[in-house]
Nanobody
Framework: QVQLVESGGGLVQAGGSLRLSCAAS????????MNWFRQSPGKEREFVAA????????YYTNSAKGRFTISRDNAKITVYLQMNNLKPEDTAVYYC???????????WGQGTQVTVSS
């Protein structure tokens, strides 16, 4: 099993920034990708960004490109999501996921709320 703990959510004004963190523990040797997803009320969970834990390749949804940056600290087994120029439509619960493939998660964190006010 892999345990994921997110932190860093909060309330920010439009145009502001937040950095989310996700710390992994447990059977992390079985993890090759870490992902960020988000879910707004009444909507399905959607992919935001992913990073390979082996070679650092990154992928972003179109709405995140140019504003969000995913990075990792392999020593700490932690992944980050730096979010800049936040917009009200970025308001959601952000979930960290981990799995064997980019964009695919077998394990999930509990989620952290991000609220962007206009």
């Amino acid at each position: 099993q892999v345990q994921l703990v997110e932190s860093g959510g909060g309330l920010v004004q439009a145009g502001g920034s937040l950095r989310l963190s996700c710390a992994a523990s447990g059977r992390t040797f079985d993890i090759y990708a870490m992902n960020w997803f988000r879910q707004s009320p009444g909507k399905e969970r959607e992919f935001v960004a992913a990073i390979s834990t082996t070679d650092g390749r990154t992928y972003y949804t179109n709405s995140a490109k140019g504003r969000f940056t995913i990075s990792r600290d392999n020593a700490k087994i932690t992944v980050y999501l730096q979010m800049n120029n936040l917009k009200p439509e970025d308001t959601a619960v952000y979930y960290c996921g981990a799995g064997r493939h980019l964009g695919s998660s077998d394990y999930w964190g509990q989620g952290t709320q991000v609220t962007v006010s206009s």
